[in-house]
């Protein structure tokens, strides 16, 4: 699929966000792909078609872990921030989408919890590894690989040095292996399209600027 990202450890140079053809604030596919169908578990054990769950909505979508040293916390809460300055209606249209790239380590519950401290509206996605294997490769993400140790404060397993431009966060447990992956967000239309991606410089004022767009159902052609 031409709309595939290559991996990006955590902590990683932000790439230059750019306006699209179309107006829209970040990545613009190589080819506009529709959204991609895939089944995974959701935080309360319940299979969860993404494609049927999120038809029509603008939807965001993102592959990570929540030991994540920085992209994962930062993609969420640039969101967060997004969502929190539009109407209530476009907000409650649209989905977010989280799926673990590390389900070894985040069950249900572990991605319910971090999932709650950024809204607990927000989707998390786990299953075998396979299973999210497939998921990336259904999005056009390339599939994410275990790295080395993530380099920790001495004395201290839970704490890292931050990149800069990251968002303010902690770890509650040891961060353990880096788990390197896509870091841009999917970002599909109202027509079930994926019209943008955005990379890692992207801000909220941004993905806030898109969402009435995304949300807005083009005619059928």
Same mark, same amino acid.
């Given at each position: 699929?031409?709309?595939?990202?290559?991996?990006?450890?955590?902590?990683?140079?932000?790439?230059?966000?750019?306006?699209?053809?179309?107006?829209?604030?970040?990545?613009?596919?190589?080819?506009?792909? !529709?959204?991609?169908?895939?089944?995974?578990?959701?935080?309360? $054990?319940?299979?969860? =078609?993404?494609?049927?769950?999120?038809?029509?909505?603008?939807?965001?979508?993102?592959?990570?872990?929540?030991?994540?040293?920085?992209?994962?916390?930062?993609?969420?809460?640039?969101?967060?921030?997004?969502?929190?300055?539009?109407?209530?209606?476009?907000?409650?249209?649209?989905?977010?989408?989280?799926?673990?790239?590390?389900?070894?380590?985040?069950? $249900?519950?572990?991605?319910?919890?971090?999932?709650?401290?950024?809204?607990?509206?927000?989707?998390?996605?786990? $299953?075998?590894?396979?299973? @999210?294997?497939?998921?990336?490769?259904?999005?056009?993400?390339?599939?994410?690989?275990?790295? !080395?140790?993530?380099?920790?404060?001495?004395?201290?397993?839970?704490?890292?040095? &931050?990149?800069?431009?990251?968002?303010? &966060?902690? &770890?509650?447990?040891?961060?353990?292996?880096?788990?390197? &992956?896509?870091?841009?967000?999917?970002?599909?239309?109202?027509? =079930?399209?994926?019209?943008?991606?955005?990379?890692?410089?992207?801000?909220?004022? =941004?993905?806030?600027? =898109?969402?009435? @767009?995304?949300?807005?159902?083009?005619?059928?052609?």
């Amino acid at each position: 699929m031409s709309a595939a990202l290559a991996l990006a450890g955590c902590g990683t140079a932000p790439q230059t966000a750019a306006a699209t053809s179309s107006g829209l604030h970040g990545r613009e596919p190589d080819q506009v792909v !529709e959204r991609p169908s895939f089944v995974l578990t959701d935080t309360s $054990g319940r299979a969860y =078609d993404f494609a049927e769950e999120t038809a029509g909505r603008p939807t965001l979508l993102y592959f990570g872990y929540t030991d994540c040293p920085d992209e994962c916390p930062t993609a969420m809460a640039d969101i967060t921030a997004a969502l929190r300055t539009v109407d209530a209606e476009l907000r409650e249209r649209t989905a977010v989408v989280f799926v673990t790239t590390d389900p070894s380590r985040d069950d $249900g519950p572990r991605l319910r919890q971090w999932l709650d401290r950024y809204s607990t509206t927000y989707v998390g996605l786990t $299953g075998t590894q396979e299973q @999210v294997q497939r998921a990336q490769e259904a999005a056009g993400a390339t599939v994410a690989v275990r790295g !080395e140790p993530v380099p920790t404060l001495p004395g201290s397993p839970t704490e890292h040095e &931050h990149a800069p431009g990251t968002a303010p &966060h902690t &770890h509650d447990r040891p961060l353990g292996d880096l788990v390197e &992956h896509a870091t841009s967000i999917f970002a599909y239309d109202a027509s =079930d399209r994926l019209p943008v991606l955005y990379p890692e410089s992207v801000s909220p004022s =941004d993905i806030r600027a =898109d969402l009435p @767009v995304l949300a807005r159902k083009e005619p059928s052609t």
